[in-house]
């Protein structure tokens, strides 16, 4: 606890002023520290982890066998390396747009809101990690579409027509 010092033991002579002691006890403030800490974890609840729910398809044989998609409805995206993203949409004709976008703000997030403005509710999404693309690029596609709320989406291995489109694409570009 804290002491006074009340000064020697003169007895007569010059009385000297008495001189206090500096030191303050710091007991206190420890002890109300881990009260407030335990109070802290005690009152915090844990948030759990959310589920986030991947329409993986299964292996089919043959192509009867396969869901029907709607063309229209879905947009393609292609994880590249460097983190590329590559997306495109199939037209009426069975052609397709292809573009190149990266992660930005202008990037992929943007392209996603104007497909869903234009399709809606149903919009569907592809997602095809490519051999070089980063783990951490997936994560980020999933967290771009679970923050638009678009609740439709699919995992898929790219195909060698994807490889072929990256391919031409980056060619283009160089």
Do not use: C
Not at 140 to 167: C, F, H, R, S, Y
């Amino acid at each position: 606890m804290a002491e006074i010092n009340t000064g020697g033991g003169d007895k007569g002579g010059k009385k000297r002023s008495k001189k206090m002691s500096t030191k303050v006890d710091m007991t206190p403030m420890v002890d109300l520290a881990f009260l407030l800490i335990t109070f802290f974890m005690l009152a915090t609840t844990l948030t759990k982890q959310q589920k986030f729910d991947f329409a993986v398809p299964p292996d089919v044989k043959d192509q009867k066998d396969q869901p029907e998609l709607k063309a229209s409805n879905a947009i393609t995206l292609i994880l590249g390396k460097d983190d590329a993203v590559y997306w495109y949409v199939m037209n009426q004709d069975g052609t397709t747009d292809f573009h190149k976008t990266d992660f930005s703000e202008d990037g992929i997030r943007a392209t996603l809101i104007e497909r869903k403005k234009a399709v809606g509710k149903n919009l569907n999404v592809v997602i095809k990690p490519m051999k070089d693309s980063k783990y951490k690029n997936l994560v980020d596609i999933i967290d771009e579409l679970g923050i638009l709320g678009i609740g439709k989406q699919a995992l898929v291995d790219a195909t060698p027509n994807d490889i072929q489109l990256v391919q031409a694409e980056n060619a283009s570009v160089n």
